[in-house]
């Protein structure tokens, strides 16, 4: 027995070089690293974190590679250090269509890479529990209002380079007339929402969670970086090079006091970066600040955060608020990181629900049918997956036994929630507060936009938009009881009622059937040679005080 654990130890450590080969996971030089490497994507240049992440005072990866091990052991029924053929009708469903549907034989044939041997590997098993679950580390981005779920950033930048030049916000209007679905000529939230996105949908269906994009990434794996490397190319234009591909030494210099490094993967000593180069660099980048972050899982002890280094000049205002909680600036951008324990959530769930549990066993003989089981509101939940035993009777030990498996999946997951306390895009352009965009704040857009343009390169990215960040790193959350009461006043928030226009004449109110405090020449129902007169800055809208200036023309005359 200790032979076959000695085993399963040992090719769990060559786990990152086999998932080298499909481009899945780490190399081996990130492999080695003690933290997880993030980029910001700030308005002058990238900046390199390394957040250093202890659980229960080991090393956060060891959580995951110690879940799929046991995971992996208690699917290997003869422990031979593989899941044969018979073994494979066990495992179960972890979120990929694409292996997780067909017979067992068909599942192990997908699962396996080279050579074939009609068994599954640790290493194999660990790449697909990967893929389907995640990394050890997630990163999250939450809206805290019901405007900043609105994704416009996404919808107006039309060359895909995660920015919104001046030319992208002056063509806002047409951009964004696709949706336009009740066609009233004014943009509200439902129809700017993200699971609105296909203006072809003939159903929109809503989201189970809505999340907003951030401007960090990680670094972990070939795939993540190379995404990284594309967004260098398309964000920092003022130092990207067409003709070469490549992006200056100076978009990493800045703040440095030393350049060794960069030079040193400068190999042709052109003072520029190609793809190649820039990808050896950024698999062992200098970091600019390092982070201790220290979380407990299974022991009792206080989250705690700490700055380990500090090797760049663009870090300042450093402030340590507690033991869980620092903040400071990169550049004119203010973070603010907390550490949270989540440890009691894991607890929480299963009491809560084996509290349930007796509430809807309604004839109290213990057990609970399918019916019974659904009044639990377990989400995405099937009875027959809980009832292991398929005796259709669920009892209390059955139920705790999946909640446990459940929960403890999720919490082998760093996750790093970042949240922003600036204006959205939406806000922003929303001049009125009526939670729509007119088609004047639409062509006023780009004169809204240009105090965030702090860099002056005349376009807009997230960065310059969102000036405070906030930052929390917790495990995660069991998806069972996970309750944000911001959900409903995000809904109420949507179905606010527009008041009538009040001001210009009495004609001018009533044919603005839109209220959106203009008339457009679709709302226009006098002749269309008068809208042209009383279009007087011919913006194609007629505003109040136009409508007033035609009325005491015409009293006069």
Same mark, same amino acid.
């Given at each position: 027995?200790?032979?076959?654990?000695?085993?399963?130890?040992?090719?769990?450590?060559?786990?990152?070089?086999?998932?080298?080969?499909?481009?899945?996971?780490?190399?081996?030089?990130?492999?080695?690293?003690?933290?997880?490497?993030?980029?910001?994507?700030?308005?002058?240049?990238?900046?390199?974190?390394?957040?250093?992440?202890?659980?229960?005072?080991?090393?956060?990866?060891?959580?995951?590679?110690?879940?799929?091990?046991?995971?992996?052991?208690?699917?290997?029924?003869?422990?031979?250090?593989?899941?044969?053929?018979?073994?494979?009708?066990?495992?179960?469903?972890?979120?990929?269509?694409?292996?997780?549907?067909?017979?067992?034989?068909?599942?192990?044939?997908?699962?396996?890479?080279?050579?074939?041997?009609?068994?599954?590997?640790?290493?194999?098993?660990?790449?697909?529990?990967?893929?389907?679950?995640?990394?050890?580390?997630?990163?999250?981005?939450?809206?805290?209002?019901?405007?900043?779920?609105?994704?416009?950033?996404?919808?107006?930048?039309?060359?895909?380079?995660?920015?919104?030049?001046?030319?992208?916000?002056?063509?806002?209007?047409?951009?964004?007339?696709?949706?336009?679905?009740?066609?009233?000529?004014?943009?509200?939230?439902?129809?700017?929402?993200?699971?609105?996105?296909?203006?072809?949908?003939?159903?929109?269906?809503?989201?189970?969670? *809505?999340?907003?994009? @951030?401007?960090?990434?990680?670094? =972990?794996?070939?795939?993540?970086?190379?995404?990284?490397? %594309? #967004? &260098? /190319?398309?964000?920092?234009?003022?130092?990207?090079?067409?003709?070469?591909?490549?992006?200056?030494?100076?978009?990493?210099?800045?703040? *440095?006091?030393?350049? @060794?490094?960069?030079?040193?993967? =400068?190999?042709?000593?052109?003072?520029?970066?190609?793809? %190649? #180069? &820039? /990808?050896?660099?950024?698999?062992?980048?200098?970091?600019?600040?390092?982070?201790?972050?220290?979380?407990?899982?299974?022991?009792?002890?206080?989250?705690?955060?700490?700055?380990?280094?500090?090797?760049?000049?663009?870090?300042?205002?450093?402030?340590?608020?507690?033991?869980?909680?620092?903040?400071?600036?990169?550049?004119?951008?203010?973070?603010?990181?907390?550490?949270?324990?989540?440890?009691?959530?894991?607890?929480?769930?299963?009491?809560?629900?084996?509290?349930?549990?007796?509430?809807?066993?309604?004839?109290?003989?213990?057990?609970?049918?399918?019916?019974?089981?659904?009044?639990?509101?377990?989400?995405?939940?099937?009875?027959?997956?809980?009832?292991?035993?398929?005796?259709?009777?669920?009892?209390?030990?059955?139920?705790?036994?999946?909640?446990?498996?459940?929960?403890?999946?999720?919490?082998?997951?760093?996750?790093?929630?970042?949240?922003?306390?600036?204006?959205?895009?939406?806000?922003?352009?929303?001049?009125?507060?009526?939670?729509?965009?007119?088609?004047?704040?639409?062509?006023?857009?780009?004169?809204?936009?240009?105090?965030?343009?702090?860099?002056?390169?005349?376009?807009?990215?997230?960065?310059?938009?969102?000036?405070?960040?906030?930052?929390?790193?917790?495990?995660?959350?069991?998806?069972?009881?996970?309750?944000?009461?911001?959900?409903?006043?995000?809904?109420?928030?949507?179905?606010?009622?527009?008041?009538?226009?009040?001001?210009?004449?009495?004609?001018?109110?009533?044919?603005?059937?839109?209220?959106?405090?203009?008339?457009?020449?679709?709302?226009?129902?006098?002749?269309?040679?008068?809208?042209?007169?009383?279009?007087?800055?011919?913006?194609?809208?007629?505003?109040?005080?136009?409508?007033?200036?035609?009325?005491?023309?015409?009293?006069?005359?």
């Amino acid at each position: 027995m200790n032979r076959i654990c000695f085993i399963a130890v040992y090719m769990l450590g060559t786990i990152l070089s086999s998932y080298a080969l499909a481009g899945e996971v780490q190399p081996e030089a990130l492999a080695k690293q003690s933290g997880q490497r993030l980029i910001l994507l700030a308005p002058s240049a990238p900046f390199i974190l390394e957040l250093s992440l202890q659980i229960d005072h080991g090393d956060f990866r060891a959580t995951t590679t110690d879940y799929i091990e046991r995971l992996f052991q208690s699917l290997d029924g003869n422990q031979d250090g593989y899941i044969d053929l018979k073994e494979m009708e066990n495992v179960p469903a972890f979120g990929i269509k694409q292996f997780d549907q067909g017979s067992p034989a068909l599942r192990l044939k997908m699962l396996e890479t080279t050579p074939t041997d009609n068994r599954l590997s640790l290493a194999e098993f660990a790449s697909y529990l990967n893929r389907a679950q995640g990394t050890a580390f997630r990163i999250a981005g939450a809206p805290s209002r019901s405007s900043q779920v609105i994704e416009l950033f996404r919808k107006l930048d039309q060359n895909g380079d995660g920015s919104v030049s001046d030319g992208e916000f002056i063509a806002s209007s047409e951009t964004l007339f696709m949706y336009d679905r009740d066609e009233d000529e004014v943009l509200n939230l439902v129809e700017l929402r993200p699971f609105m996105s296909d203006p072809n949908a003939v159903v929109a269906q809503p989201v189970s969670r *809505q999340t907003v994009e @951030t401007p960090f990434r990680r670094l =972990d794996n070939d795939r993540s970086i190379n995404t990284v490397i %594309d #967004e &260098l /190319f398309k964000k920092y234009v003022e130092y990207h090079s067409a003709e070469i591909n490549a992006i200056s030494l100076e978009c990493f210099h800045q703040g *440095q006091p030393d350049s @060794t490094v960069l030079q040193d993967h =400068d190999l042709n000593a052109d003072g520029f970066l190609n793809r %190649d #180069e &820039l /990808f050896a660099y950024l698999q062992k980048p200098v970091v600019d600040l390092r982070i201790q972050v220290s979380l407990p899982r299974q022991q009792s002890f206080r989250p705690s955060i700490k700055i380990l280094e500090k090797q760049s000049k663009r870090v300042s205002d450093i402030k340590i608020s507690s033991r869980s909680k620092v903040e400071f600036r990169v550049d004119r951008l203010l973070l603010e990181l907390r550490v949270k324990s989540s440890r009691h959530m894991f607890a929480d769930t299963v009491r809560f629900y084996q509290t349930r549990f007796r509430v809807v066993d309604g004839d109290k003989n213990g057990y609970l049918n399918s019916a019974e089981f659904a009044q639990l509101n377990l989400p995405n939940t099937e009875y027959k997956k809980v009832d292991k035993n398929n005796d259709a009777m669920l009892n209390v030990d059955e139920l705790t036994k999946y909640l446990l498996k459940d929960t403890a999946a999720v919490q082998d997951q760093v996750v790093m929630t970042v949240d922003n306390d600036g204006k959205s895009l939406f806000e922003i352009l929303d001049t009125d507060l009526d939670l729509r965009l007119s088609s004047r704040e639409l062509k006023r857009s780009l004169q809204r936009v240009k105090e965030f343009d702090g860099n002056q390169d005349q376009s807009l990215d997230h960065s310059e938009l969102r000036g405070h960040f906030r930052i929390t790193v917790e495990l995660g959350k069991p998806e069972l009881f996970v309750f944000d009461p911001r959900v409903n006043s995000m809904a109420m928030s949507q179905s606010r009622s527009v008041q009538r226009t009040l001001s210009g004449p009495l004609w001018f109110q009533r044919m603005d059937r839109n209220r959106d405090g203009d008339i457009s020449r679709k709302e226009f129902l006098f002749d269309p040679v008068l809208f042209e007169k009383l279009d007087r800055d011919q913006d194609q809208l007629i505003s109040p005080a136009e409508a007033d200036a035609y009325q005491k023309k015409q009293s006069k005359n």
